[in-house]
Nanobody, 115 residues
Framework: QVQLVESGGGLVQPGGSLRLSCAAS????????MGWYRQAPGKERGLVAR???????NYADSMKGRFTISRDNAKNTVYLQMNSLKPEDTAVYYC?????????WGQGTQVTVSS
């Protein structure tokens, strides 16, 4: 089993920045890829960014250049630095850990971009 705990969400003005953190515990040796997904009201959950164990990253097109995912293997933590935030970035952000068997999800953290 893998447990994920997110932190760092909140309210920010358009153009502002936030950094999300996700700490993994449990069977962390089984984790291959970690990532962030988001879900806005009335919409499906979709990929924001992910990072593999070798550091390879992938981003959704709308996040490229604004968001940066990073991973500290010593702390078993993945980060999402979000800059130039827009109102359409408002959503619940979920941390994801992928093993050979399944996805594990965090509880989600709310990000609201509003003036």
């Amino acid at each position: 089993q893998v447990q994920l705990v997110e932190s760092g969400g909140g309210l920010v003005q358009p153009g502002g920045s936030l950094r999300l953190s996700c700490a993994a515990s449990g069977s962390i040796f089984r984790i291959n890829t970690m990532g962030w997904y988001r879900q806005a009201p009335g919409k499906e959950r979709g990929l924001v960014a992910r990072i593999s164990s070798d550091g390879t990253t992938n981003y959704a097109d709308s996040m490229k250049g604004r968001f940066t995912i990073s991973r500290d293997n010593a702390k078993n933590t993945v980060y999402l630095q979000m800059n130039s935030l827009k109102p359409e970035d408002t959503a619940v952000y979920y941390c994801d850990a992928l093993t050979n068997v399944r996805h594990y999800w965090g509880q989600g953290t709310q990000v609201t971009v509003s003036s």
